[in-house]
């Protein structure tokens, strides 16, 4: 018996964390950080956001890892394949609870990436940074370069978990809409 079978509420809860999460990364990437980044000094917004985001990601990581497994334990999938040959055997026609599974299952890898990660090693460079502007001297090109390359692969996991939660969303659309959600 699946474990879905054990818990009734799943449904309910995959609603719930994925508009949690939803809501929280298109808020957090395309609101607060934006307006942050405009209207505070830049000692400020750095400061906030080194204390904002280790929990961002945190939060992040634990929902779309819950969001992995409720979209595998609520699809309909063939499951006695794995997930990729059920995307790649069906070329004409993809599966796409697998891809649901896959998609989240991304977004997984990429909050956890950013948490354990790029999110730590993006801190260092810029407490190292930080040195240097206290210091009143100019930061070395190369301190700036690996902040500004670690922020980007930050800001673009973030974007993929952000267009993975979307996506989930219309998956859950389509399931309510189609025969229903069993």
Same mark, same amino acid.
């Given at each position: 018996?699946?474990?879905?079978? #054990? ?12 508009? *949690?999460? *939803? /809501? ?8 607060? =950080? ?7 000094? @830049?000692?400020?917004?750095? +400061?906030?956001? =080194? ?11 634990? +929902?779309?890892?819950?969001?992995? #497994?409720? *979209? ?6 063939? @499951? ?5 040959? +059920? ?6 026609? $993809?599966? =796409? ?11 997984? $890898?990429?909050? %956890? ?8 090693? *993006?801190?260092?460079? @810029? ?10 001297? =100019? ?13 980007? %692969? ?5 974007? /993929? %978990? ?9 998956? %859950? ?10």
């Amino acid at each position: 018996m699946p474990l879905a079978d #054990y818990l009734p509420g799943l449904h309910g809860a995959h609603v719930v964390v994925l508009g *949690t999460v *939803t /809501g929280m990364v298109l808020h957090t990437t395309f609101v607060a =950080s934006i307006l942050q980044h405009r209207h505070l000094p @830049k000692q400020m917004f750095s +400061s906030l956001q =080194s204390v904002q985001f280790p929990p961002y990601f945190a939060l992040a990581s634990a +929902s779309t890892l819950f969001l992995t #497994y409720s *979209t595998y334990s609520l699809s309909h999938f063939n @499951k006695s394949e794995s997930v990729l040959d +059920s995307i790649f055997k069906n070329s004409n026609k $993809t599966d =796409s609870d697998a891809v649901a599974i896959a998609v989240m299952a991304l977004a997984a $890898t990429a909050s %956890v990436a950013n948490m354990l990660v790029v999110g730590p090693a *993006t801190g260092r460079v @810029k407490r190292e940074r930080e040195l240097f502007e206290k210091a009143g001297g =100019s930061v070395p090109i190369g301190i700036r370069a690996r902040f500004g390359r670690l922020h980007a %692969v930050s800001a673009l996991l973030n974007l /993929g %978990v952000a267009l993975a939660v979307v996506s989930n969303c219309f998956w %859950v659309g389509n399931k309510w809409g189609s025969a229903g959600w069993r």
